[in-house]
């Protein structure tokens, strides 16, 4: 068993932590708590250390005397807490949400339809599968048709009837497949943390297994 202090401290947290598996407790709410507090801490000293003093107030003070705006409009976000004056946080809100939202919206498109569009059509890397065998052929024809079917089933300007209907069919079969897939890689890489954190525990702490 390891008796550094910080070994301990983290071991009876985590502990703590777990407790949540058998019900709400204080000793929970307590972990909880200290974890929210230790984040929020580091975030106001990193945004402090990094953000604010490096690119506002050394070139505010150094002559940039623009930055004014930024800064003032950065404050309204504290107007959340005066009634009366709450309704101006809606200013640097509506900012941010526009300039992320101009400066994301190319980016995804590119990245989540543009480059699936170009996956889908024959390119170089389709007829290297094509050229790869009876295998590469059939994995091309699954693309091609669940591509299609899961198009068809998104196609509401007509009833789902006939033809339309079993693509449409076929095509929910894809997303259940795609919706699965992600949702097995989400749970594995909680099951990696729960391992990692055990490990921890039974190893760094009781030294049960190294």
């Not at 000793?27 to 929210?36: G, N, W």
């Not at 009876?134 to 091609?144: D, K, Q, R, T, Y």
């Not at 006939?162 to 076929?170: D, M, Y």
Request: aromatic residues 18%; positive net charge.
């Amino acid at each position: 068993m390891n008796f550094d202090p910080w070994i301990w401290i983290g071991a009876l947290l985590s502990l703590a932590i777990f407790s949540f598996l058998y019900k709400e407790n204080p000793v929970y709410y307590v972990a909880e708590h200290i974890y929210i507090g230790v984040i929020n801490g580091y975030l106001v000293t990193f945004y402090w250390h990094n953000i604010l003093v490096p690119i506002l107030f050394k070139r505010l003070f150094s002559g940039m005397y623009l930055l004014i705006i930024p800064a003032f409009i950065g404050c309204l976000y504290f107007t959340r807490f005066i009634p009366r004056l709450s309704w101006l946080v809606r200013i640097p809100i509506a900012l941010f949400m526009g300039y992320y939202t101009g400066l994301f919206i190319p980016v995804t498109i590119q990245a989540d339809i543009i480059k699936q569009i170009q996956a889908t059509l024959l390119t170089t890397q389709n007829f290297k599968m094509w050229n790869a065998g009876a295998l590469g052929i059939v994995w091309s024809v699954i693309l091609f048709v669940g591509v299609i079917c899961t198009i068809s089933y998104f196609y509401f300007s007509r009833e789902h009837k006939g033809a339309l209907r079993v693509t449409s069919r076929i095509g929910i079969v894809f997303i259940m497949l795609g919706f699965g897939a992600s949702f097995g890689y989400t749970v594995m890489s909680r099951v990696t943390l729960l391992i990692g954190k055990l490990q921890f525990l039974m190893g760094d702490w009781l030294g049960i297994i190294k």
